[in-house]
């Protein structure tokens, strides 16, 4: 067998190299389950072995393949024809007739979900993500196009250079259940890029309806190519590994959580592809010495109204204000619970035990889970190390609560075990409000409640992701990753001196 020989098998207990130093074993599994055709992904990270089976290979080739061409055609496109498509998507997705189509697939994937023990939370499309993905669309609608921007100018004698912005190329997507995502995506095409879109396999029935009945007509209304916006039309799970594999995308970006988005990353890296992940997520509120009591409550309801990745996970209050404010926030959570028809859960970190009354720790409560109804008790006790944990929940909102001798305590427990997303102080002390900015390690700053994090809901502009704060500062130090802000620059001379020369 020569270098360039396609892999046609694998043997059980086959050692493949990664990493430069070690090697991974080929499991009984893996050797089964492969054959001619087939692809098979070293991630260099941790030997992990990932199987592309040949047709979702092939798949996922002929999509980017579709977004390949199209790029090339958008270019040539008007921005009048960009503007009809969103305002097209737009239009459809406000049509009853239409978009009881799409409700109808959206209801049928939710009762699946919900037959297999799967989260619900993200998947539903209810009326006001509806109306969120309808005013999304409008924004791109009405921006001005991006692309030819001249960013700077260099005079010299006899000639001038330009830059000016342009479009990146195609824009690879994996993202979890959540339908409104469609909306965000597709700014991409107001730049001049175009999208391949992988979906988990809990919402591609929605998916599939919205590309049908509302995404696809409108672009060919606009007489745009239909492969600007393509869906890898699979529930497979090597679909996301092959797209973050091709090398052909310009960028990839991958919405999750935990070690899918982590290794999605890794294969996007390694084939030279840049990423941006929206990973591991959770906000952490303090509270100090000089907290508004009642602001602070409202801050702590308005934070757990749904379980996403601004969500309030852990809440840190000073031991001075701890028998005061404790109680509030005990009552904000159990109101938040109340408001989701859920009971909530609290994890007390075990220094901050002896602030809280025994009776929660034995008290028994029903936490409605993806899997059903359990009886849990109310609180629990956690280590410090179990700050960094994002607690994941239905309508059962749960949050860690820990109490700190300082401010300063707080913060350096937030460098230590947060993912460095959303933090955000209750205090009426604008000098103690500053040195929490300069101190605190994170993107997102704020004063109140934590569910501002949004590029729709803040700059309204529909996001991307939030960008690359889980691996690096791509795109800025963990700024939002908007539709518009997918591009490149290209440099322009123009020669007024013919005699110019080196």
Request: glycine share 8%; net charge negative.
């Amino acid at each position: 067998m020569t270098g360039t020989s396609p892999l046609r098998s694998l043997q059980v207990g086959q050692l493949v190299p990664y990493g430069g130093n070690r090697v991974a074993a080929v499991s009984a599994a893996l050797a089964s389950a492969f054959h001619q055709g087939d692809h098979l992904v070293v991630v260099q990270d941790d030997g992990a072995l990932l199987h592309i089976p040949a047709a979702e290979f092939e798949l996922v080739r002929v999509a980017v393949d579709h977004a390949v061409h199209a790029f090339g055609a958008l270019s040539l496109a008007e921005d009048a024809q960009i503007t009809s498509f969103f305002d097209g998507f737009a239009e459809r997705l406000a049509d009853a007739s239409v978009f009881t189509q799409i409700a109808e697939a959206n209801a049928d994937d939710v009762q699946t979900a919900s037959l297999r023990g799967r989260s619900t939370t993200r998947l539903v499309l209810s009326p006001q993500m509806r109306d969120d993905m309808i005013a999304g669309l409008r924004v791109w609608r009405d921006t001005d196009s991006a692309q030819d921007h001249v960013t700077s100018e260099h005079r010299h004698q006899g000639w001038t250079v330009t830059s000016q912005r342009a479009p990146l190329g195609v824009v690879g997507f994996v993202f979890e259940g959540r339908p409104n995502v469609f909306a965000d995506a597709t700014g991409v095409l107001r730049t001049g890029n175009t999208a391949v879109l992988r979906i988990g396999s809990d919402a591609l029935g929605t998916a599939r309806a919205i590309m049908r009945h509302a995404l696809v007509p409108a672009l060919l209304a606009a007489g745009l190519p239909e492969g600007a916006v393509s869906l890898v039309d699979s529930a497979a799970r090597s679909t996301g590994w092959a797209l973050f594999n091709d090398r052909r995308l310009s960028l990839a970006i991958a919405r999750g959580s935990g070690k899918a988005v982590t290794q999605l990353g890794a294969v996007a890296r390694q084939a030279g592809v840049p990423v941006s992940l929206h990973g591991t997520g959770g906000a952490w509120m303090m509270a100090s010495g000089h907290a508004h009591t009642s602001r602070f409550r409202t801050s702590v309801l308005h934070s757990l109204d749904r379980k996403v990745c601004n969500t309030l996970n852990v809440c840190c209050i000073v031991a001075s204000r701890a028998d005061e404010l404790i109680p509030v926030f005990i009552d904000a959570v159990a109101e938040a619970g109340h408001r989701r028809s859920g009971s909530a859960r609290l994890h007390v970190e075990a220094s901050s035990v002896p602030y809280l009354d025994p009776e929660f720790f034995t008290r028994r409560v029903t936490v409605r889970r993806a899997s059903g109804d359990i009886e849990e008790p109310f609180a629990d006790v956690i280590s410090s190390e179990d700050l960094s944990r994002e607690w994941e929940w239905e309508d059962s909102p749960e949050v860690s609560l820990v109490v700190v001798d300082t401010l300063d305590d707080a913060v350096a427990l937030f460098n230590q075990f947060s993912p460095h997303l959303t933090a955000s102080l209750l205090s009426e002390d604008s000098d103690e409000q500053q040195r929490f900015y300069e101190r605190c390690d994170a993107p997102f700053i704020g004063d109140g409640f934590t569910r501002w994090v949004d590029g729709q809901f803040a700059l309204n502009r529909p996001e991307l992701g939030l960008s690359n704060w889980e691996s690096g500062r791509l795109f800025g130090r963990s700024a939002v990753l908007s539709g518009d802000s997918v591009f490149t620059v290209r440099l322009r001379a123009t020669v007024t001196d013919s005699d110019l020369h080196r």
